[in-house]
Structures are given as C-alpha cells and as structure tokens.
C-alpha cells in the first residue's frame, strides 16, 4: 500500500522489475559466452573444430610422427600412450601402446582416458575414429602433405595443450632450418629422380605427397608426380619410360640394389645413381624429417656432378 510522505506525497514501493531482471539474466549469459570464447580451440584437416574447456592433460597418439608432434609442441609429459615404432623422442618408447599398423585396441584406449587422441588421417580409417567420436573421445585428425604443414601441425597441438610457447618455439626452428635449406638448393640444376617407397612390387608417391614436397625443395622432379594416386603401383616398363636420373629407395638393403641389375638402361642404373637413404628419416611426417631432407639434398648434389 502507498504510504504519505511529509510533503504530502506518496512512496510507491515497487517490486523488482522484471525489465531489470532480465537486464541480469542477460549479463550473466554474456559472460558465460565470453567465458566460452576462452576455450582451447583448434581445426583439424578433416575441418573439423576441436574445442576444450582446458587444455589436454592425457594425450593418446595413434601414429609414430604424431608422439614426436606432441612433444614437440610441448605436451611431451601429457602422452599417455603410443602408436608402436613410436621412437622419436626415446621416451616415447617407454609409453603404453594402444595401437599398431593401423589398428587401435580400443579398450586399451579408453582405459588410459585420454581427453584427445591425435590421429593419422592416411593412416587411421575413417570409421576407426568414427568409432572413438561415437564414445566420446575427442579426436584431432592430421595429414602432413607439405613439410610446412609439419610447424603448422606443432602450433595446432600446443594450442590444444595449452604450451603454446614451446610449440612456437619449435615450430619456427622447423621453419628457419627448412628455410635454409630452400635457401641453399632452390637454384640447383632440377634432377629427375624416382622415389622407391617400396621395391617388391614397385611403388611411388605421386606430387602431392610430402616425399615429393622435399624432393622438390632440394631441386628435384619426381617423375612419377602426375601420378593419380597419392602412392602408385608403377611397373618396370613405367620406370624405363621415365628415364630417371637418380634413384631413391627407403634403403632396403642389397636386395632392392640388386634389383636394378639389368636395367642398364635407365639413366640412374646405368650412371650408378642409386641412393638408399633410411625411411624412419625420410619418410616420417615429424620434425626429425629435417634429417632426411637433408640427406636427400645431399644424394642429389652428388647426382649432379
């Protein structure tokens, strides 16, 4: 009820206002939105936006490249388990591992409550990590096809991590050394080379591989870059017809050597330019590729003269 006032006028109590009671609600969703900006937030190659409320604290990575991503980026310490051949750094080798050539355990998986699990997108199949969504697990799909997509994969997973300086810090001495490298080779005469991933049945990588990305920093051409597949099968006659100057093999031994006896036709047969240089450097999506870049650059000097 209205009470007098000494003036004679009247004090109208008033309840709370809704209006301003809105005005609250609405102020207290807004900063919940803005809390939520906040969050850890990073695209993987499928597209795919992977959010986190905090960083990852248990890592799982389903691919040997993606433990050595991981500590590079700094989240080294939050791996909580490995893909086998996981050797890049050493520690990686004394972690669980919950998978191996392409397949996952799973059960092993889940027992290790992984808050995001780094996947292979060439190497895990699709209904593999279909299966891990489908449970709750978060996944972060990657696919190297460019060597600088390796620093661009590190700040990705720091971020994720929350060691977004460390990652920083790897990923542009990755790029400084890359750089150089460019640097050094980009005015090279061009060799035309065949890149041998395997030798019993031949296979290749086409252009778009990250195999071919460092033949072509070093100054070679892949003869087989127009190739359709990402990594053909091609026959002998294929090879014969592309009259190759240098031949790189993933240094399988005698026997792949051997293999070429005969072919004296073949420009790289015939002038003994044929280099085997070791897969697990040249062949790895990680920052320790570098290693067989280099070497690479280094067989392809040795061509040219």
Wanted: proline share 6%.
């Amino acid at each position: 009820m209205p009470h007098p006032t000494p003036g004679g006028g009247r004090v109208v109590r008033r309840r709370f206002a809704p209006r301003a009671m809105i005005r609250v609600i609405v102020l207290v969703l807004v900063a919940g939105v803005a809390s939520d900006t906040h969050a850890l937030q990073a695209s993987d190659d499928r597209g795919v936006t992977i959010s986190l409320g905090e960083p990852a604290v248990r890592i799982v990575t389903l691919a040997p490249h993606l433990a050595e991503i991981a500590f590079a980026a700094g989240a080294g310490a939050k791996v909580a388990g490995v893909s086998s051949f996981s050797r890049h750094p050493a520690e990686a080798e004394r972690l669980p591992v919950v998978a191996s050539n392409g397949r996952v355990d799973i059960e092993r998986l889940i027992a290790l409550r992984p808050d995001l699990v780094l996947a292979w997108q060439s190497g895990n199949p699709p209904l593999q990590i279909d299966r891990l969504e489908r449970i709750g697990v978060r996944v972060f799909v990657t696919e190297a096809r460019s060597l600088a997509d390796i620093p661009r994969i590190v700040r990705r997973v720091g971020a994720l991590a929350g060691s977004v300086d460390v990652a920083e810090a790897s990923a542009r001495q990755f790029e400084n050394e890359l750089a150089d490298l460019r640097k050094r080779y980009s005015a090279e005469r061009r060799v035309a080379v065949f890149l041998e991933i395997w030798h019993a049945p031949a296979l290749t990588v086409n252009g778009a591989h990250l195999i071919s990305d460092a033949l072509r920093l070093c100054g070679g051409h892949n003869v087989f870059a127009a190739a359709k597949m990402l990594t053909p099968l091609v026959s002998r006659e294929q090879i014969l017809d592309a009259r190759p100057e240098a031949i790189v093999t993933g240094g399988f031994g005698s026997e792949a050597l051997q293999a070429w006896k005969g072919l004296e036709s073949v420009p790289a047969v015939r002038s003994r330019r044929i280099y085997a240089i070791d897969p697990d450097r040249l062949h790895a999506q990680g920052p320790h590729v570098l290693e067989g870049v280099r070497a690479l650059c280094e067989r392809l000097e040795l061509a040219r003269n």
